[in-house]
Structure formats: C-alpha cells, structure tokens
Nanobody, 127 residues
C-alpha cells in the first residue's frame, strides 16, 4: 500500500509561481514512478509531469514545458512540482499519483500506469 499527500495549492495571479509537494509513504520498488496530473472542470485528467525514482528520468508535457519542473528528494520520499509563469488555463485540481512497481519510461504520462492517487490540491490562477 502506498499513501500520497499533496500540498501547496492555492490562488495566485497570472505570472505567479507555486510549488506543489507530494509526500510518498508505503511500500514501493526501487524503480517506482510518481506523476502529477491535473483535471480542470469539464475536462479529462491530463498528465503534467512524471519522474522515475531509480534514475531521475522525467517526463514533462509540452503544455507546461519550460514553466513547470518536477523534482524529487529520495531521502524524504518527496516529489515536487515547481510551477512558474502560471496562466489561467493552468487552473485545475492537481493530483499526485504513484506506481509502486517498476515503471517504464513510455508509461510515465499515462494515468492508467499508476496504482495510487492522492486527494488532489486545487490550483487557481486568477487576477
């Protein structure tokens, strides 16, 4: 069993920054992966970024590339999503997800690759 807790969401103005955190606890393999997904009202859940703990390989969706950065702290079992130059279209509930077992690179962006999900944190970009 893996438990995920997100934090760091909030309301910011366009152009601002936020850092989301995901605390990962429980049984995971050495090659497990963690992803950030988001879901806006009336839209499907979409991948934002993901990272593999064994080698630090990252995936970043084109829609946020250059603005969002995913990182990890192996010692603390934490994953972060640094979000800069935020836009109103980034408004969504952001979810942290984990695959406890080995994850291959091509599977990082797919929500079906992940076994465990956090409760989500609201991010609102508005002036």
């Amino acid at each position: 069993q893996v438990h995920l807790v997100e934090s760091g969401g909030g309301l910011v103005q366009p152009g601002g920054s936020l850092r989301l955190s995901c605390a990962v606890s429980g049984r995971t393999s050495r090659n497990f992966g963690v992803g950030w997904f988001r879901q806006a009202p009336g839209k499907e859940r979409e991948a934002v970024a993901a990272i593999r703990f064994s080698d630090g390989y990252t995936y970043t969706d084109d829609s946020v590339k250059g603005r969002f950065t995913i990182s990890k702290d192996n010692a603390k079992n934490m994953v972060y999503l640094q979000m800069n130059s935020l836009k109103p279209e980034d408004t969504a509930v952001y979810y942290c997800a984990a695959r406890a077992g080995r994850i291959i690179v091509s599977a990082l962006p797919s929500s079906s690759s992940y076994d465990y999900w956090g409760q989500g944190t609201q991010v609102t970009i508005s002036s």
